[in-house]
Each structure stands twice: as C-alpha cells, then as structure tokens.
C-alpha cells in the first residue's frame, strides 16, 4: 500500500532541503553574530505551558493528543515563542537580560492561510529584559538585516501596535481574536455587520472601518490621538516615537512604517507589533512583537519583544 502524505505537510529533498538548510544557516548566523545564543526546546509541551499568557487562541492553533506513556494531555508545539518564555521564566530565571535564538518545526492545527501549510520551520529570535523602546529597536533592525540576508524583494516592515484595537473594542462582547481576524482579512463589510451587536459609537465603527480598509498609516493615527481614551493614546504615542526613533529606512534598504491594521497571528503580543512583507510574496513572511504580558502569565515579570519566520515560506516566497 502507497501511503500519500498528509494535506498541508511536505517532505523536502534535493535542491528545497538544501535551500532550506541554507536559509536557515544564514540566519542562525546573523543571529550569532549579533549576540544571539541558540536555544533547541523540545517538540513536546504541555498544553498549558503552551496557552498560558496567550489564551484560547494559540490553543485552537495546536495539536494535542493523550501521551501513551502516561505523561497525560501533551501538545505539539505551534509557536516556540511561548516555550522561549516557559525557559525564561524557569530554567534561564538567573539570567536579567536574555538574547535567545531558535529554529525548529512547529505544526498548527490549522493553516494560517488558506491552502497553506500546517508545518513551519520556525526560525526567530526572543530579546528578554531589555526594557522601553529599546528591545523593540534593537529587534526590529535585527529583523530588517535577516530580510536583507533572507533576499526579500523591496523589504517592507509594518509596525502597529494591539493596543490600538484593545482601546477601540473595549467593552465589546466579540471577542478580540474575532476582530483581529477580519482586520487580517481586510473585509470592512463583515466587520460592520458585528459592529451592529456591539455597543460602539459612531467615530469607533468609522475607525475600525478604516482599520480594515487598510487606511491606518501613520498620519491616520497621529489624527486620532485624543479621540478614543487614554489607552489609545498610549499606544499611538508610543508606536509613534518608535517609529520616528527607527526612521523610514532600516539598514539602508528596509522601508518601514506604522500600520494601525498589522495583526498578530497568536493573541500573546501586548505592545508593538510588526509584519515583514517582500514585493510579490502572497503573505507577510515575518512576524514579531511585545509580549510582556506572557512573561508575567509565565511567573516572570519582564520586557519581551521578538520576532519569528518560517523557512518554508521564505524558500518558496522570496
Ligand atoms: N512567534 C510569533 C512572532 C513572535 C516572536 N516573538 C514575538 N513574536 C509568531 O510567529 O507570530
């Protein structure tokens, strides 16, 4: 009997295992070089080392199955981030500044994007205990190099933050990875249909229109601070001067710029967050952000900010 393979893995071999054993070698040593130190985690972890900090969502994204040598519920990892923050806060706990780097697979219960893949060959960095804008700068430019020695095409990075959408859906009964999933899929009419169950004044429904219309860039937000509550504005100003502080152009040959939509794909980020497109490629091939807020959930209470592609991705999209 032929067995096929399963929808949504690969096998890779000749020139694709080479290719991607080559990308990956690139990055790991960029990484390296800029003082990052290679941390290999285990495939297996429990569910809640996994969820904790980031919710139902990554939950929904993961494989977990009954462990037949009795070790209970385990799961698959679907993003190493969580576990980089599972070792932060436990085995790495003496340690006040942590610069770690990772690549491995990781599988998802679902693809991200339709007839996607369901595995992804992980390959990030997590930047831990730097505090204020400066892990976020430091990251972001680590970010623009890996594209440039990645090979994308006119390199774009997009900055936004979460706590944009946070201010403008507070006291909404839809839950937020609803409304981050229709901004991800830019569909303003699907998102005005919800808006009519929530009890939104007008400039908000207007606001996350223009969100999902892909109209959030830098001089729509600054235009809004004063208009949506303190949280909001925290989050505009802050996204704002990070944006300045890092200028247009990263390392020469990056464009970079605010983008109120950019979404994440798990729900753990709590500050800025970033998307890194090539010209031509079908979806973002770089994603990274803040997640203070899971390494509190996690028992330890620091700046985080990292950012994570996947090697497939870029061996077929760049
Ligand atoms: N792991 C996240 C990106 C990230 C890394 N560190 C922080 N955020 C993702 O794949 O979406």
Redesign the pocket.
Known sequence: MKHKPIIGLDDAFGSRAKALRNMQGKLLELFEAAGYEEVIPPILERPDALKSGAGRFLADQTVVFSDPAGAGTLAIRS???PQIARIAATRLQAEAVLKLCYSGTVMLARPDVRGGSRQQW?T?V?CLGVAGAAGDIEVLHLAARSMLAAGFNKPVLQVGHIGLLKALVAGCSTPLEKWTALLARRSPDDLLEITRNEPLAQDRVDALVALARGRGDQHWIAENVGKFGADFDQAANELLELVQQVGERVEGDVSLYADAAVM???LY?SGILFAGYAAGASQALL???R?DAMMKAHGRDMPA????CDLWALIDEV
């Open positions: 993003d190493m981030t992980q990030g997590e994440p794909r798990f980020h994603y990274g952000g997640y900010t990292g950012f994570s």
